[in-house]
T-cell receptor, first 111, second 112 residues
Framework: GEDVEQSLFLSVREGDSSVINCTYTDSSSTYLYWYKQEPGAGLQLLTYIFSNMDMKQDQRLTVLLNKKDKHLSLRIADTQTGDSAIYFCAESADSSYKLIFGSGTRLLVRP | EAQVTQNPRYLITVTGKKLTVTCSQNMNHEYMSWYRQDPGLGLRQIYYSMNVEVTDKGDVPEGYKVSRKEKRNFPLILESPSPNQTSLYFC???????????FGPGTRLTVL
């Protein structure tokens, strides 16, 4: 079945860039998403990318998609302490309304 | 204010005692969904609904039921809860699948 994998933990220094990686197995994925979850809160959609795109930029966020390798990354420029959270990668296929999530990457930003 | 509400926020119950977690959205969204979040497993979709009276199974539907009689409400029903359903549950809604999903605040359920 479909699977989405992420590394569990990333630690960066404030002001550096963070890169969170995700791999997925479903070749029919149409939408790929990045969500942020702060402690005790629900999920917040950060950005998403269509599978026919290679890159999407939104202020400090850059999403890169390598469809051949089924690899998605989220780059956060100038990482701030407020960016500390769990980041989830998710994918869905056009033929299905299911969302498949990765297990999340905990980002810790050190002052 | 646009929001998704869930009730209750916290619930401790015993095995076999039927319960319902309500979810309501005020944004006239067509798509609604239930997820459970467990440590190390991320979020897994339980059920989703594309519109009134249209529901379908997600990844982990066993032991759960849903209904969508009105557009704004999407309750999650556990007919006979078991301890392996102890989890953090999130409801979400969006205009359609590719649009921003708004998540509720979560319901922490413990089944003893």
């Amino acid at each position: 079945g479909e699977d989405v994998e992420q590394s569990l933990f990333l630690s960066v220094r404030e002001g550096d860039s963070s890169v969170i990686n995700c791999t997925y197995t479903d070749s029919s994925s149409t939408y790929l998403y990045w969500y942020k979850q702060e402690p005790g809160a629900g999920l917040q959609l950060l950005t998403y990318i269509f599978s026919n795109m290679d890159m999407k930029q939104d202020q400090r966020l850059t999403v890169l998609l390598n469809k051949k390798d089924k690899h998605l990354s989220l780059r956060i420029a100038d990482t701030q302490t407020g960016d500390s959270a769990i980041y989830f990668c998710a994918e869905s296929a056009d033929s299905s309304y299911k969302l498949i999530f990765g297990s999340g990457t905990r980002l810790l930003v050190r002052p | 204010e646009a929001q998704v509400t869930q009730n209750p926020r916290y619930l401790i119950t015993v095995t076999g005692k039927k319960l319902t977690v309500t979810c309501s959205q005020n944004m006239n969204h067509e798509y609604m969904s239930w997820y459970r979040q467990d440590p190390g497993l991320g979020l897994r979709q339980i059920y989703y609904s594309m519109n009134v009276e249209v529901t379908d199974k997600g990844d982990v539907p066993e032991g759960y039921k849903v209904s969508r009689k009105e557009k704004r409400n999407f309750p999650l029903i556990l007919e006979s809860p078991s301890p392996n359903q102890t989890s953090l549950y999130f409801c979400a809604s969006s205009l359609s699948l590719g649009d921003t999903q708004y998540f509720g605040p979560g319901t922490r359920l413990t089944v003893l």
